[in-house]
């Protein structure tokens, strides 16, 4: 037994940073090591039906619209989550809470009695404590969001019974592939034969359709399958024969979460004969969903901040469509990874944020402000301050917004909002 095995971690902490100690390696893709390990476990399936969420962005989401969902209609449902914000708990839901420490950790230490000196990664790690916590929770449903593949993720071990694929975009490129063609192969195979699926944005990549129809996937198709109607005040759902009006916005983003939405109901509606849910309770689960830093607005003495975890292109052009809806001046508080595409990101954003505050991120992956003001430097916006801590990004962008009677962006990274958050304060909810 190595040094490492024989510390024998107890509290939360120490098993976490365990994990990183020992696997130095943040991702390594495949499945062989995360089966085996699975296998001598002897996990059964986390759930009665099995819903896996993959996709470039929205994946957060819309898990969390399909547990308010089926939580509001009386299913017992578990969820997951990554990364997360402020505790790591939160990537386990068990009934709507957050798992807790004891069963976290009994859950890592029934991993690595299993393990037999298998290397994991974090995530690895992670994915499969979930497994196990959910298999011992007698659950009707669990929503389990895919990490940043499908083919060679963690979560592709399970057979799932239904598949929902938010959309395809650049992220991770170097890791998935250069173009929207590989990278959509990759995340295509977290569909399964005969099991129904959803593709939820409009603009289908050709390899997601082909690999459908080559491996005989039901597959429904935002725009040719189901579609949405926004209105000014609400917005309607038709399907294959259903329609649903006058819909209420989401409580996860509101009016800009229509597109997750519309194929979180796709999603519901195919899978109406295994889990029913009526359309009172479907409405009360849109209505309610929350997740912390997905278009999550609060107030700092007096000033309106958006939060959000947006950390590309695509997320950020999101973003840039919802604060055009505001008609305020908008002043940016951005820290970002090394390995995105920061100056595709401001671009996105330039016709809507004026001033950027550059914060400083945690290395080794965390880019310094000074050096993302150089990555960003010609792609839109010249007017930036960098900084070293949150606190000094986030009181220079909200002075500047009482000055001209605006709001804050804060955006880039998980780890942004993660420290954003922070000076909120753990018992801030949405304002």
């Known amino acids: 037994m190595s040094d490492l095995a024989s510390i024998q971690p107890q509290t939360l902490k120490e098993w976490l940073q365990w994990q990183e100690d020992l696997q130095p390696w943040d991702i390594v893709l495949g499945l062989d090591r995360v089966q085996q390990v699975a296998q001598n476990l002897d996990l059964g399936r986390p759930a009665h039906q099995v819903i896996v969420v993959g996709g470039t962005n929205g994946k957060g989401s819309s898990v969390a619209l399909l547990e308010s969902i089926y939580r509001e209609a009386g299913y017992r449902v578990g969820a997951c989550f990554s990364p997360h914000l402020l505790n790591y708990n939160e990537r386990i839901r068990l009934l709507g809470k957050a798992v807790e420490d004891p069963r976290l950790c009994q859950a890592f230490r029934m991993v690595e009695d299993a393990r037999n000196a298998v290397p994991l990664t974090y995530f690895e790690?992670?994915?499969?404590?979930?497994?196990?916590?959910?298999?011992?929770?007698?659950?009707?449903?669990?929503?389990?969001e895919v990490g940043m593949g499908g083919r060679l993720d963690a979560v592709n071990?399970?057979?799932?019974?239904?598949?929902?694929?938010?959309?395809?975009?650049?992220?991770?490129?170097?890791?998935?592939?250069?173009?929207?063609?590989?990278?959509?192969?990759?995340k295509a195979c977290i569909m399964r034969r005969d099991c129904p699926a959803v593709f939820a944005d409009p603009d289908i990549p050709g390899s997601v359709r082909d690999y459908a129809q080559v491996h005989g996937v039901p597959m429904w198709r935002r725009g040719e399958d189901f579609g949405a109607t926004l209105h000014s005040s609400h917005w309607d759902w038709h399907g294959m024969g259903k329609f649903l009006s006058d819909l209420p916005w989401c409580g996860i983003g509101g009016r800009i979460q229509t597109d997750n939405a519309a194929g979180v109901l796709a999603m519901v509606e195919l899978m109406q004969t295994t889990l029913p849910v009526n359309e009172s309770l479907l409405r009360s689960g849109l209505q309610n969903a929350f997740l912390p830093g997905r278009y999550d607005w609060r107030l700092r003495q007096g000033t309106e901040c958006l939060l959000d975890v947006a950390h590309n292109r695509a997320g950020a052009r999101s973003l840039s469509m919802?604060?055009?809806?505001?008609?305020k001046p908008v002043f940016g508080v951005l820290g970002m990874l090394r390995d995105k595409d920061s100056a595709s990101f401001v671009q996105a954003l330039s016709e809507v944020v004026g001033h950027w505050d550059l914060v400083d991120l945690p290395p080794p992956r965390g880019l310094r402000a000074e050096e993302l003001g150089q990555k960003i430097c010609g792609s839109g916006h010249h007017e930036m301050s960098v900084h070293t801590s949150m606190i000094e990004a986030l009181e220079s962008a909200c002075a500047r917004a009482r000055e001209l009677a605006g709001m804050v962006l804060i955006t880039g990274s998980f780890v942004t909002v993660s420290e954003a958050m922070e000076i909120w304060g753990r018992s801030q909810g949405q304002q």
């Open 125 to 144: 790690f992670g994915i499969l404590a979930t497994l196990w916590c959910m298999s011992q929770s007698d659950l009707d449903v669990a929503v389990l």
């Open 157 to 186: 071990m399970v057979d799932a019974d239904a598949a929902l694929l938010t959309n395809v975009s650049l992220d991770h490129c170097e890791w998935l592939g250069e173009d929207i063609e590989t990278i959509g192969a990759e």
């Open 322 to 327: 919802l604060l055009a809806e505001c008609g």
